[in-house]
């Protein structure tokens, strides 16, 4: 049985150790999943977006991810940083037949890559980046590990990338098929992604970017669960 000590000595006790509680930084993140998670397990954990949060604003801090980063001192920091320009699903809009309409391509790409290279140089001891498979691979380096919703309890297919620091990898938490359908034009697609893109484009990306509730509490489970040894 778990018994909170001094919360002013940030510390919880168990009958077998102690350790500590941490300041824990959701950058990128307005759904307020992955924090609300670590809150459940009485961290002291805040999110942060250019957007207000769908959560409890008390802990949100609504301004720019690398301020936040730099800006105070955290034990660990979990990125979720936009992918527009990131990802190989986006690749087409690079070729060079897009270029009339789409002529700022490959400097927003530079932009997006500067700025997640930011985030992870961050002088935090514990950090997770989450991104699809993407650039990153080629202009910073291959991933930590590829983790799916189908492991985590969510009938979905969505291979996305963490990039580590002082973690360790996440371990599957609950093994379920995905729900696959084939589309007309041959390939193949998650049922939910499929909704998604039915939906008005405002709303499209933030149902598609919301962290899978599964991965949230793998990440506080894991990461957060203070049963478990945390490395430095
Ligand atoms: C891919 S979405 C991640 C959403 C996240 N998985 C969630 O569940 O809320 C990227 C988020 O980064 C935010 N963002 C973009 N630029 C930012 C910046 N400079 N500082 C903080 N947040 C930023 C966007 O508003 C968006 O919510």
């Given at each position: 049985m778990l018994?909170l000590?001094s919360?002013?000595?940030?510390q919880?006790?168990?009958?077998?150790?102690?350790?500590?509680?941490?300041?824990?930084?959701?950058?990128?993140?307005?759904?307020a999943?992955?924090?609300d998670a670590f809150r459940a397990?009485?961290?002291?954990?805040?999110?942060?977006?250019?957007?207000?949060?769908?959560?409890?604003p008390a802990w949100?801090v609504?301004?720019d991810?690398i301020?936040?980063?730099?800006?105070?001192?955290?034990d660990l920091?979990i990125?979720?940083?936009?992918?527009?320009?990131?990802?190989?699903?986006g690749?087409?809009w690079?070729?060079?037949?897009?270029a009339h309409?789409?002529p700022?391509?490959?400097?927003q790409?530079e932009?997006?890559?500067?700025?997640v290279?930011?985030?992870?140089?961050a002088?935090?001891p514990?950090?997770?980046?989450e991104?699809?498979?993407g650039t990153?691979s080629r202009?910073?380096?291959r991933?930590?590990?590829?983790?799916?919703p189908?492991?985590y309890?969510?009938?979905?297919?969505k291979p996305?990338?963490l990039?580590?620091?002082?973690?360790p990898?996440?371990t599957p938490t609950k093994?379920?098929?995905?729900?696959?359908?084939r589309?007309?034009?041959?390939?193949?697609?998650?049922?939910?992604?499929?909704?998604?893109?039915r939906?008005?484009?405002?709303?499209?990306?933030k149902?598609?970017s919301?962290?899978?509730?599964?991965w949230?509490d793998?990440?506080?489970?894991?990461w957060?669960?203070p049963?478990e040894p945390?490395l430095?």
């Open positions: 018994r000590r919360p002013r000595k940030n919880v006790a168990s009958s077998r150790q102690a350790w500590r509680l941490m300041r824990v930084l959701v950058n990128c993140e307005n759904s999943r992955v924090r397990l009485g961290h002291d954990a805040w999110s942060c977006d250019i957007l207000p949060t769908e959560g409890d949100h609504e301004g991810a301020e936040a980063a730099y800006g105070a001192q955290w920091m990125a979720h940083p936009p992918c527009t320009y990131l990802t190989c699903a690749n087409k690079f070729k060079p037949e897009y309409r789409f700022n391509r490959p400097q790409r932009e997006a890559v500067a700025f290279l930011r985030l992870a140089a002088p935090i514990r950090i997770a980046i991104n699809p498979i990153l202009r910073w380096r991933p930590d590990q590829i983790i799916q189908y492991e309890g969510h009938p979905d297919r996305t990338c990039w580590l620091k002082g973690l990898k996440l093994l379920v098929q995905p729900n696959i359908k589309n007309r034009n041959g390939r193949t697609a998650s049922v939910h992604h499929d909704a998604a893109l939906l008005p484009p405002e709303e499209r990306w149902v598609r919301m962290t899978y509730q599964g949230a793998a990440m506080a489970d894991q957060g669960n049963g945390l430095l």
